[in-house]
């Protein structure tokens, strides 16, 4: 999403580097610069004014002005800045108190609403909460039923509404049904519309002064820009909403939404969607996302998805097997899933620091197609050439190729890029074994 404002950022930040010394004159050129950008990529006029004037407070102090890096000093409070424009904070959901709490979702149709409602479920699960779906959105034709199907999916139960019931009265009903069954956490579903409307409101007003919700949260659209603050100002109006979710991060939107949310409505983002996959929502973290926005990168969210996604026994298995030389292509395709279940490449490209700065990714759209390729080809062998690749003959991989809706030139890459990686994979792990024979740490 910030790909644009990042590359434009660090051509203004290219310049200052330049610099070996810098002059009250060169910080004003750059963040002449800063405002342009900002502007261009859609952040409110008034939270650009703020930022950029506290940028110029601190950079032009004797500590940036008379240090030995004085361009390294300006990018640390560009992105010090950045980050509490973002929010400061990470900001956590308030979770304590009475069960079963209720979290209210509100926002204007189209805006990923039901979907997030079900991707939080699946946080909550993955987080030992026993959440119960509310589907209180009447008006909206099949919102019910997708709810459902979403509960279905993940294993949680939904709240399956009867004919005459009104959004209030699901909602009581609902919250009855959680207290006596033990879920921990209701997910409250609630109408949208295409725009803002009194109606919707005084629905919502009801369901709120009646269930009394721990948190409300505005699923705003990000692609839709300075409309989203808006929205967002609008609802936080009548509801004191607590907090916001972005969806649709992984677009091609310019940030201003994310970059003006926080200092226009006060309230702070707390989830963001990266994509249409239930497992793609993330909390928040304004440094973080401040560094990626710098091209810094995003380690640490990095190492969580890695975490979270691969088994460390099943890793230890993976580094015998390598040892060994018994790494097999069952063995290539478990990994290749691992990695898809992290997300696109193309997001965990983003995190790695200076990977958009590299001479050759600039532009790079990894080929997820590709993994698809490569799964399709290795499921289409039997177990026994999946075990032995070294079995497979002409006859075998015309075969594989027809069975895998590929070629038999696919087939032969495939194998040939199987076979380097598991000779470098092979001589990494040789080499960091090296020395520890006997577990004798050499001195």
Do not use: W
Not at 22 to 30: H, Y
Not at 143 to 169: F, H, R, W
Not at 406 to 435: A, H, P
């Amino acid at each position: 999403m910030f790909e644009n404002l990042s590359e434009r950022l660090n051509t203004v930040f290219k310049k200052l580097r330049g610099h070996g010394k810098l002059t009250e004159q060169n910080i004003q050129d750059v963040l002449r610069e800063i405002r342009v950008v900002l502007l261009e990529a859609d952040v409110n006029f008034r939270v650009v004014k703020d930022f950029v004037e506290a940028i110029r407070v601190k950079a032009m102090g004797q500590e940036v002005l008379g240090s030995l890096t004085p361009a390294q000093q300006v990018i640390k409070v560009v992105n010090e800045e950045l980050a509490t424009l973002l929010g400061g904070e990470t900001s956590q959901l308030k979770l304590s108190g009475k069960r079963p709490l209720s979290i209210m979702f509100v926002g204007l149709q189209g805006s990923g609403k039901t979907t997030t409602v079900g991707k939080m479920a699946k946080f909550l699960k993955e987080n030992s909460h026993n959440p119960y779906l509310v589907p209180a959105d009447v008006s909206r034709p099949a919102a019910i039923e997708q709810l459902q199907k979403l509960g279905q999916q993940l294993g949680v139960t939904a709240y399956e509404p009867k004919s005459d019931e009104n959004p209030l009265t699901i909602c009581r009903n609902a919250i009855n049904f959680a207290r006596i069954n033990a879920h921990d956490i209701v997910l409250i579903d609630t109408a949208g519309r295409l725009h803002i409307d009194e109606g919707l409101m005084q629905e919502l007003r009801r369901i709120k002064e009646s269930i009394l919700p721990k948190e409300i949260l505005l699923v705003a659209d990000a692609m839709t820009g300075q409309d989203a603050v808006n929205v967002a100002g609008k609802f936080d109006d009548t509801l004191d909403i607590d907090g916001v979710i972005l969806t649709k991060m992984d677009g091609d939107a310019r940030g201003g939404a994310a970059l003006s949310i926080k200092a226009v409505t006060k309230k702070p983002i707390k989830f963001v969607g990266t994509g249409e996959r239930l497992d793609a929502l993330e909390i928040f973290y304004p440094d973080r996302m401040a560094s990626r926005i710098l091209g810094m990168g995003d380690v640490l969210s990095l190492i969580e998805k890695a975490e979270a996604t691969f088994d460390e026994k099943k890793a230890i298995e993976l580094e015998k097997k390598i040892r060994k030389n018994t790494f097999t292509l069952d063995d290539f395709s478990d990994q290749i899933k691992q990695i898809k279940k992290m997300g696109s490449l193309e997001q965990i490209i983003g995190m790695i620091p200076g990977m958009g700065k590299v001479k050759g990714m600039k532009g790079l759209q990894p080929d997820e197609k590709e993994l698809v390729k490569i799964e399709a080809i290795i499921n289409s062998m039997t177990k026994e050439e999946r075990l032995k690749h070294t079995i497979l003959n002409g006859s075998r991989r015309k075969r594989i190729a027809k069975g895998s809706g590929t070629s038999v030139q696919d087939v032969n890459r495939l194998i040939k890029n199987f076979n380097q990686t598991r000779k470098v994979m092979t001589q990494i792990t040789k080499k960091g074994m090296k020395g520890f024979r006997g577990g004798v740490h050499p001195r």
